[in-house]
């Protein structure tokens, strides 16, 4: 199993840009599809963008299209959520998680512990 911890959150402004990083330690990184999702108060937690095990291919919600990339560094053992353009809405609690298909998030797991990302207006 993979161990995965989050970082890069934090209070921006609107039109800001902000990178989060999701460091991975155990079993091997490459392995595993990675994804990035976010929980904003009162709402339930959403898939955001996810990278195949190669990095090769990608998949964002449609919110997030052309404001954010997800890459990956495996020999850093390192996800990373470029988030661009950010909108207030784009507040959240940002999760990494760890799958074996990008086109399956509801079966990702070794969730983070989050890291916050707040958009002032």
């Known amino acids: 199993q993979v161990q995965l911890v989050e970082s890069g959150g934090g209070l921006v402004q609107a039109g800001g840009s902000l990178r989060l990083s999701c460091a991975a330690s155990g079993r091997a990184f490459s392995s595993y599809a990675m994804g990035w999702f976010r929980q904003a108060p009162g709402k339930e937690r959403e898939s955001v963008a996810a990278i195949s095990m190669s990095g090769l291919t990608t998949k964002y919600a449609d919110s997030v299209k052309g404001r954010f990339t997800i890459s990956r560094d495996n020999a850093k053992n390192t996800v990373y959520l470029q988030m661009n353009s950010l909108k207030p809405e784009d507040t959240a609690v940002y999760f990494c998680?760890?799958?074996?298909?990008?086109?399956?998030?509801?079966?990702?797991?070794?969730w983070g512990q989050g890291t916050q990302v707040t958009v002032s207006s």
């Open positions: 998680a760890a799958g074996l298909s990008i086109y399956r998030p509801a079966d990702f797991g070794s």
